[in-house]
């Protein structure tokens, strides 16, 4: 349940920081650099994918079974 929870608050987290990016993008402001909030979001993504590799390699998720 721990991974749920964890993998959910990292999404919530991706897409605000890709709503912050949207909002500098529409604002046109030079000031701020709308690649820091994009970095962050690539890298939320990168933590999550391994995280959840590492809960399969782990056997703390299991996969679904094949539908055949």
């Given at each position: 349940?721990?991974?749920?929870?964890?993998?959910?608050?990292?999404?919530?987290?991706?897409?605000?920081?890709l709503?912050?990016?949207?909002?500098?993008?529409?604002?046109?402001?030079?000031?701020?650099?709308?690649?820091?909030?994009?970095?962050r979001?690539?890298?939320?993504?990168?933590?999550?994918?391994?995280?959840?590799l590492?809960?399969?390699?782990?056997?703390?998720?299991?996969?679904?079974?094949?539908?055949?």
């Amino acid at each position: 349940m721990a991974i749920k929870i964890i993998v959910s608050g990292l999404l919530v987290f991706m897409v605000y920081n890709l709503c912050r990016a949207m909002m500098i993008m529409l604002k046109n402001d030079p000031d701020v650099p709308m690649s820091k909030f994009i970095g962050r979001r690539v890298l939320v993504s990168v933590i999550i994918v391994a995280l959840l590799l590492l809960a399969l390699a782990t056997g703390v998720i299991t996969p679904n079974r094949r539908p055949y």
